[in-house]
Structure formats: structure tokens, C-alpha cells
């Protein structure tokens, strides 16, 4: 349930941000994606560290790059998820892609960051 609500935040700053970036910047939502995403990884790796997993038994470096490893291989499906529908259905609002592209990628992040990161 805590691996919900982190992704819940970080969802939340992740269209806060492309949200943002498609008002205030000429970037679309390609490139505005590309700027969002680490922003909620960001957020997510913090809150999963103190409220979802507990800190592991790594240094915070190495816990964060295999945090990282796992963020950015479920961002790749993620993105991925996210451009496929805007490029099969071109009328599709970009948070409506992010929503669906989000749910995509939320199970294998935690089974990543639960077996990889945070050995649970």
C-alpha cells in the first residue's frame, strides 16, 4: 500500500511537471517527459527509502545507482508506453497517456526496487 502512495507522489510530480512544461515552455510533451520523469524518480527513491523499504543495507550511493538502474529501466517502459499511444492515437490528451503509461510501469518498478534495491 506505501509502494501506491509513493508512486501516487511521484506520479503527482511527474504530471505536475510535464503539466508545467507543456504551459510555460515550447518543450511538448516528448522532451517535456524527458525532463519530468527524473523529477519523479527523484521523489520516489526518497520517499521509498524512509516510508515504503526502509534504507538497505548498502551505502546510500549504491543503493541510489541500483535505484537509478531500476527507475530508469521502468522509465524507458514508461516513456515508451507513454509515446506509443500519443503516436497510435494522436488525439490523446499527454496526461491521459502518462496515467496508462504509469500503471505500465508500476509493477515491474516494484518488483525491481523490492528485489534489486531494497531486498524484500
Known amino acids: 500500500m506505501r509502494f501506491a502512495i509513493v508512486g501516487g507522489v511521484g506520479f503527482v510530480v511527474d504530471a505536475g511537471m510535464l503539466a508545467l512544461l507543456l504551459w510555460a515552455t515550447p518543450l ?56 506509443g499511444i500519443l503516436l497510435a492515437v494522436p488525439q490523446t490528451p499527454p496526461l491521459a497517456a502518462l496515467v496508462v503509461a504509469s500503471l505500465a510501469a508500476m509493477v515491474f518498478s516494484y518488483l525491481g526496487y523490492s528485489r534489486l534495491v531494497f531486498d524484500r
Open 28 to 83: 511538448g510533451p516528448f522532451f517535456g517527459r524527458l525532463v519530468s520523469i527524473p523529477c519523479g524518480l527523484a521523489v520516489t527513491w526518497i520517499c521509498n527509502r524512509t516510508l515504503t523499504f526502509g534504507p538497505s543495507n548498502r551505502s546510500a550511493v549504491h543503493e541510489g545507482a541500483r535505484y537509478g538502474g531500476v527507475g530508469i529501466a521502468s522509465s524507458i517502459l514508461n516513456y515508451l508506453v507513454f509515446s
